[in-house]
């Protein structure tokens, strides 16, 4: 059978639509599936206990909740306790990937951070990064709006706790697929959605100047963080094929009129690829642009991919480039990538699903 519509991307009008649609007169009763889906996060109309039978009975013959489910998971034995999962979109089997980082107990036993999730946009990605394994099989398709927030759900369903701060830097373009992304930013950051603010929303872009610009017009104050990872065009160009489209002459008054509407601080993200942006001239380069932005650095030295050729630099190389970035009065951070043990980079523990799968599809032929 078809899969149904997920009512996961339905605002609150479009709610009201769908029930009207079905001879539902009753006003409230929109107010009723809205808290069973997004408050009480239930996953079948059976458990609307105060919806009507026969209600419940239309819904589950014309929507869907969940556009997803759980495939297999991964936890990291390295103490971060990351989770890394890889879900069905039930829309058409396409395979895609999320992480969820939890709190962070402290010394002291106290949780003092937030459980975030890494949420992939789109199922494979256009934008071929030359070090990036979602680049390497190329776009399959954007996730629609349900999808994006599908997401969200089945973590929380995973871990038996609320997601508080989510980071768009899964696989995929966040802002290649802004007509559904806008959308699920509404629902994520509405009161009577899911209600998490904007300052705990990062949505992390390679550059796309245009989709830059749309997230500035619409209204919703998330966070920035942006693919630098290199400091000229042409560093850049050699290692991220969006910068041919949108080269830095470009990307940088972007950047620029962001931070001065959003009045956020904006991360660059720069991972350390040995031999190629890792030179002390890149250092100055990027100090550059930072202080032009007035914005921070993350360094983050490269999780290997494999297949691919770049190596990672020496610990003593990467911590000479970070000195370099804070002698230079740069805020710059160095973090080695949690889940190194569970293939977290983005898109590769979809590619050895898709890999293992091929095999065994040889050896059974
Ligand atoms: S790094 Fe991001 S934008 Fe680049 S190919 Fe990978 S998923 Fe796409």
């Given amino acids: 059978m078809a ?38 996060r239930v996953t079948s109309f059976e458990q609307m206990t105060n919806l009507p039978p026969s209600l419940r009975e239309q819904l589950a013959s014309r929507y869907s909740i969940m556009p997803l489910e759980l495939v297999e998971q991964h936890r990291s034995q390295s103490g971060s306790a990351t989770c890394k999962f890889l879900s ?14 939890p709190a962070a107990v402290g010394e002291d036993g106290d949780h003092s951070k937030r459980v975030t999730l890494c949420v992939s946009s789109q199922v494979g990605c256009a934008f071929g ?28 369903y995973l871990m038996g706790q609320r997601v508080d701060n989510l980071v768009f830097m899964g696989m995929g373009e966040p802002l290649a697929n802004a ?3 806008l959308p699920a ?55 991220m094929p969006v910068n041919r489209k949108w080269p830095l002459s470009e990307l940088l008054p972007a950047l620029d009129s962001w931070r001065r509407s959003s009045k956020h601080i904006i991360t660059l993200e720069y991972i350390l690829i040995s031999g190629v942006n890792d030179a002390p001239q890149q250092a100055e380069q990027l100090s550059d642009i930072a202080r032009r932005l007035h914005a921070k650095i993350n360094l983050i030295p490269y999780n290997t991919v494999e297949g691919l050729p770049w190596k990672r630099p020496e610990e003593a190389d990467c911590r000479r480039f970070c000195r370099e970035l804070i002698h230079n009065g740069i805020p710059c951070t160095l973090r080695y990538e949690k889940g190194h043990d569970i293939n977290a980079a983005c898109g590769q523990l979809r590619r050895h699903r898709i890999n293992s799968s091929a095999k065994s599809d040889k050896i059974s032929r």
């Fill in 3 to 40: 899969q149904l519509p997920s009512l996961l991307g339905f605002d609150h009008e479009q709610l009201a639509a769908a029930l009207t649609e079905l001879g539902e007169q009753k006003g409230y009763r929109v107010t009723q599936l809205q808290e069973w889906i997004w408050k009480k």
């Fill in 88 to 101: 069905r979109l039930l829309l058409d089997d396409e395979l895609i990937e999320s992480v969820i980082i």
């Fill in 129 to 156: 990064c030359r070090f990036c394994a979602s680049g390497l099989l190329g776009l399959r398709r954007s996730l629609t709006t349900a999808e994006l927030i599908g997401q969200i759900f089945a973590a929380e």
């Fill in 179 to 181: 007509d559904n992304l």
């Fill in 185 to 239: 930013l509404r629902l994520i950051t509405a009161p009577s959605f899911l209600s998490i603010g904007g300052r705990h929303i990062t949505i992390s872009t390679s550059g796309h100047v245009p989709g830059l610009a749309r997230l500035a017009t619409c209204g919703i104050p998330v966070r920035l963080a942006v693919s630098l990872h290199g400091a000229t065009d042409d560093v850049r160009s050699r290692i």
